[in-house]
């Protein structure tokens, strides 16, 4: 079983549509996260969510939209995409009172 | 400010060479310094952490060398082989629950030659 798994694996969609990622994880972390990983490899977190509240925004663009319906999925949706938002998009995962987070395989959202 | 800056941007190194890969940050805030490791098409994995309270910690091969009056850090990685081949991140973590946050360092790109 695999721990963080994201959908899809690869995205190439155009400029100004709206699409979603999906993330789900069978940890039982409590807290899940967003993050993009631009074409020269920095890492940088966009949102995280604590038993589906919103906790963390990072400056994201409000065309950026996470929802939480449970504890166990954070998905990303993304509105009038630009070609800038191309990237791969991790999900991670924190336990309640640890520092390990767990990454899911990522998403490669190419925009044409 | 909450940058990590991470040095070089990538390293060559023979097999069983060591790689040293190098790291500062400017919170002192942080408390909490982990290493991830990334294969190419996969997500970052943990390789190796330490807490601001102790100066080295080893783990087989992998050692993080922590210097926290100059807020540096560096991973060293002995007898180097070249399935070590990847993207090494350092990263500065700390906060509470679900505020808990992490920042990367830009990344280092290590090859390992046979």
């Known amino acids: 079983d695999t721990a963080v798994s994201q959908t899809p694996k690869y995205l190439v969609t155009q400029m100004g549509n709206d699409k979603s990622i999906k993330c789900e994880q069978n940890l039982g972390h409590d807290t899940m996260y967003w993050y993009k990983q631009d074409s020269k490899k920095f890492l940088k977190i966009m949102f995280s969510?604590?038993?589906?509240?919103?906790?963390i925004n990072e400056t994201v663009p409000n065309r950026f939209s996470p929802k939480s319906p449970d504890k166990a999925h954070l998905n990303l949706h993304i509105n009038s995409l630009e070609l800038g938002d191309s990237a791969v998009y991790f999900c991670?995962?924190?336990?309640?009172?640890?520092?390990?987070?767990?990454f899911g395989p990522g998403t490669r959202l190419l925009v044409l | 400010q909450q940058q990590v800056k991470q040095s070089p941007q990538s390293l060559i190194v023979q097999k069983g060479g060591i790689s040293i890969i190098n790291c500062a940050y400017e919170n002192t805030a942080f408390d909490y310094f982990p290493w991830y490791q990334q294969f190419p098409g996969k997500g970052p994995a943990l390789l190796i952490a330490i807490r601001p309270d102790v100066s080295e910690k080893k783990e087989g091969r992998f050692t993080i060398s922590f210097n926290k009056s100059a807020k540096q850090f560096s991973l060293h990685i002995m007898d180097s082989q070249p399935g070590d081949s990847a993207t090494y991140f350092c990263a500065a973590s700390g906060g509470n629950t679900g505020g808990f946050k992490t920042i990367f360092g830009a990344g280092t790109r290590l090859f390992v030659k046979a």
């Open positions: 969510y604590n038993n589906k509240e919103l906790i």
């Open positions: 991670a995962t924190l336990a309640g009172g640890h520092s390990t987070q767990y």
